[in-house]
């Protein structure tokens, strides 16, 4: 018996004006694909090769009226690189070599129209900003968004603190320090990590003079960093006068996210059917939170 640790990142859909809805496009998709499985959508992010495999319609509960959540299988195909599988006697087998060909990786993504929540796995396939990326081309939206969900409690008391003295942040080096999304404060953080060929970058940000920083411009600069929390982002933590004294919010402790643990018998694996299954079942254990936070307060 092996555990396996499965981890699902929460974010609020934003997006622009007059476009095309990210529930309306999911639907066309998920028609197509049951009448035509073999066609697929291909787009190129980052030069690679990302598609939906197949999306499906979960009802919420057996009521005549229930609402439905979508949960997609989305594969990730690598053309430049070889795909290798080996046994345990030494043996080894290479896949992919042809130009057309290359090793898929997926990821699974859940989305509920009714409180605009989207969740993902998080895997080493693609990571929030290939996610975000892929729905903007599917919506043919630029302006749409992926928001952390953090707990209202932590940003509300970042949001009220009368003086920041110190923001601490770490970052790691995504993709060779490429840009994550256009109009990111963070890209700032990614040109100097990349021109000094940086592995991690550790920022303190303090006042040059007095004894605070300007509020405004670093509460903005927080919340540029809070969608790549635990990814690239492992330390984010400002100090301020949140009580009579100086205290510190650790924002990374603050974002929600589940946690999901699979014992794999001997004999099984762990594919991408057991994601599904714990993705919906991580969501039904947050969906009343996320309705209290993004729907009642409509």
């Not at 439905?68 to 043996?91: P, Q, W």
């Not at 492992?234 to 946690?259: A, M, P, Q, R, Y």
Request: hydrophobic content about 35%; glycine content about 6%.
């Amino acid at each position: 018996m092996v555990k396996r640790d499965i981890r699902f990142d929460y974010y609020k859909l934003q997006q622009g004006v007059n476009s095309n809805s990210l529930l309306d496009c999911l639907v066309e998709i998920e028609s197509e694909l049951r009448q035509s499985p073999e066609v697929l959508r291909n787009k190129s992010i980052n030069g690679y090769f990302v598609r939906l495999r197949e999306i499906k319609k979960v009802l919420v509960d057996t009521t005549p009226n229930s609402h439905y959540f979508l949960i997609g299988h989305i594969e990730k195909i690598d053309t430049y690189s070889e795909a290798y599988v080996g046994k345990i006697d030494g043996a080894r087998a290479t896949y992919g070599e042809a130009d057309d060909e290359g090793p898929i990786k997926d990821t699974i993504i859940l989305y509920d129209p009714f409180n605009g929540i989207v969740s993902s796995h998080r895997t080493n396939a693609l990571s929030y900003a290939q996610v975000t990326s892929f729905f903007k081309q599917i919506t043919d939206d630029e302006d749409l968004d992926l928001e952390v969900i953090v707990d209202d409690a932590v940003i509300d008391k970042l949001e009220k603190i009368p003086g920041i003295r110190e923001i601490e942040y770490s970052i790691a080096a995504p993709q060779r320090w490429s840009k994550l999304a256009s109009g990111r404060s963070i890209n700032a953080d990614l040109d100097l990590g990349s021109k000094l060929e940086a592995g991690r970058m550790k920022v303190i940000i303090t006042p040059e003079k007095g004894s605070f920083i300007n509020r405004e411009m670093a509460v903005k600069k927080v919340k540029a960093l809070l969608p790549f929390i635990n990814e690239e982002v492992s330390v984010l933590k400002v100090k301020g006068n949140v009580s009579e004294n100086t205290d510190t919010l650790d924002l990374i402790n603050g974002k929600i996210e589940s946690l999901k643990v699979i014992n794999i018998p001997r004999g099984k694996k762990l594919t991408f059917v057991l994601v599904k299954q714990k993705i919906e079942e991580a969501y039904r254990e947050k969906k009343k939170l996320f309705d209290n936070m993004f729907v009642r307060s409509k």
